[in-house]
Each structure stands twice: as C-alpha cells, then as structure tokens.
C-alpha cells in the first residue's frame, strides 16, 4: 500500500496540519483516493442522466448526493453551486469543489477546448468557512495540447497554490486534447506527459484516462510511465462509461497492482444505477481501493443478498 505523503513545502504550519488531515481522511488512511466524480452535468449536460440504461433515480441532482451519503467515498466533486442547494441535507459527506467545466457543444473541430476557473479563491474561503460543509480540497480540468493551454495551466497552478495555503487537496483532470493532439488522446506517452505535467503544477492528485493500446484496449501495464512521470503526484484513472461491474473491478484491480495507480475517479459507472446498487458498487470499488482486496472479494460486495 502507498505510503501517507508529507504536505507540500511554502504552507504554514496550521495549513500543513490541515492538508495533512483532509489527506488522510479522502484517503481512508490508505493513501489510496476513492473520488466520486460528479461534474458530469455540466461536462455532458443531461446525457448522462437520463435514457438508456440509466437508472430514472439519475434524473434527479440529489441522487448524486444520495449516493455519496451512504457509499464509502473519499469524497465527492461537484461544482460548489450544485454543492450549495444540496449540502445542507448533506454535511457529513467529504466534499471537492470543482472550479472549472465546460459543456462538451462545441467540438475540438470547431474550437480547441478551454476551461476557466469559475470561482474565485477568495469565494472558495467564503464558502468553506460559512458553508460548515466538509471541503478537503479543489479541482480543475487542464486540457494539454489546447492553443489555450497557457491560460488553462496559469490559473491551475495559481489554484492549488492558494488550495494549499488554505490546508485543501489540489486534484487536476488532465486531458490531453486539441487540433495539435488529434486522435492521440490516449496516447500512453501524451498521456505520462500530462501526468507529468500535474507534478509541475503541484497537484496532489492527477486524474488521467486510462492510456490504450495499439487494438485500442485498457492495457495496465501502459500506465507505468504515467506514474513514474508523475512522482509524488499520485495518479488515480477515470471510470469512464458505465459498463458491466465486475469487468470495471478487473480493470481497476490491473490499474492499481500492474500500472501502479492509486486509486479512481469515477462518476457515470456510479450514477447511473439506482441507488442501492450504486452504494454497493461503490462498496466493491472501497475493497479494492482502500482496503487492497482482490477482485473475487469484492465482487462478492456487488449482491451481498445472493
């Protein structure tokens, strides 16, 4: 299991003393991170949350919050207004305010991507210290390869620098993406680059999609290089599209023990079932995240009833 890591250098004791903390509780003391990523509403407006295989409680924002509640997250991103109107309900859950998105209208064809800070961190301040809410930290979605990369890593760097002067995790989404980058999005070498380039910043944590391989599969091995690129940054991969449970346990099983990752960030393979089920995926996902149990184990936690 990972080793609990020391705070950044440049904060002051107490901030040290509290990044040290909301380390330690995101992290379950395992120095493993179990992020339910919910800023989809904002990055795929509705598509994620209706239709198809969706489960109908999905429709309504507080199934996300629901959810949270009761699985055994680290913590849970959403973007602070949507965090706001339903936190109240919610104050015992670890929360990460997500300060940038984007919608996903307009096309890399048409546009390369930019995602710019939405709050400022002077209104994180406000909103940590009068919420009563449990903040632990920040996140912000750079997308490497953008002719608008320059502003993307200005702000990023500037936010986890106050992040950790306020004692907060500083986790960055990092996406590689643009007309420069084309089809090579997920690229395992571009891919250890932007792994690396989160270091650079200062990022605690850095959340990659999973690097594939020449057929176009999920291939652990290929994450090495991003892990090693990212040193003391810990590297934890998106879930993607929901997909079949035991097939994602497997996978997150290869990341963590061959690619060397530390952990996940996922959001639709969660939502999108109803509640009960999506509590116990979360469950399945804990045992292996935190607890550093196998794949049969924690598939078992899927149907505790069967």
């Avoid at 509290?18 to 919910?38: C, H, K, V």
């Avoid at 109908?56 to 680290?74: C, K, N, Q, W, Y």
């Avoid at 989404?173 to 891919?191: F, M, N, S, T």
Wanted: aromatic share 6%; net charge negative.
């Amino acid at each position: 299991m990972p080793k609990i890591t020391q705070a950044p250098l440049g904060m002051s004791a107490e901030s040290a003393r509290r990044w040290t903390e909301n380390y330690r509780l995101t992290t379950q003391d395992s120095g493993r991170l179990f992020l339910m990523a919910g800023d989809q509403k904002v990055e795929h407006l509705n598509d994620d949350f209706i239709g198809g295989h969706v489960a109908t409680d999905d429709s309504d924002p507080e199934h996300l919050f629901r959810i949270a509640s009761e699985a055994p997250v680290g913590c849970f991103a959403a973007q602070m207004g949507l965090i706001a109107r339903y936190g109240m309900d919610y104050r015992d859950t670890p929360y990460l305010l997500k300060l940038n998105s984007k919608t996903h209208l307009i096309k890399t064809a048409q546009r390369d991507p930019i995602s710019l800070q939405w709050q400022s961190m002077a209104q994180v301040h406000d909103f940590v210290r009068h919420s009563g809410l449990r903040v632990v930290g920040v996140g912000y979605t750079i997308y490497p390869g953008s002719e608008f990369e320059p502003t993307m890593l200005s702000e990023a760097a500037r936010i986890i620098q106050d992040a950790h002067a306020m004692g907060l995790l500083a986790v960055i989404w990092a996406y590689p993406r643009g007309k420069a980058v084309g089809e090579r999005e997920q690229d395992p070498h571009l891919i250890a680059g932007a792994a690396g380039l989160a270091a650079c910043l200062g990022a605690d944590f850095v959340k990659i999609n999973p690097p594939l391989n020449a057929a176009g599969a999920m291939d652990g091995t290929l994450l090495g290089e991003a892990v090693a690129a990212a040193g003391r940054t810990q590297v934890v991969c998106a879930g993607g599209s929901e997909t079949d449970a035991p097939e994602f346990l497997q996978r997150l099983y290869e990341q963590i023990h061959v690619g060397g990752t530390q952990g996940c960030a996922t959001g639709r393979n969660v939502h999108q079932r109803s509640q009960p089920d999506a509590v116990n995926f979360c469950k399945a996902i804990h045992a292996i995240v935190v607890h550093n149990q196998g794949v049969d184990e924690a598939v078992k936690l899927l149907n505790p009833n069967a």
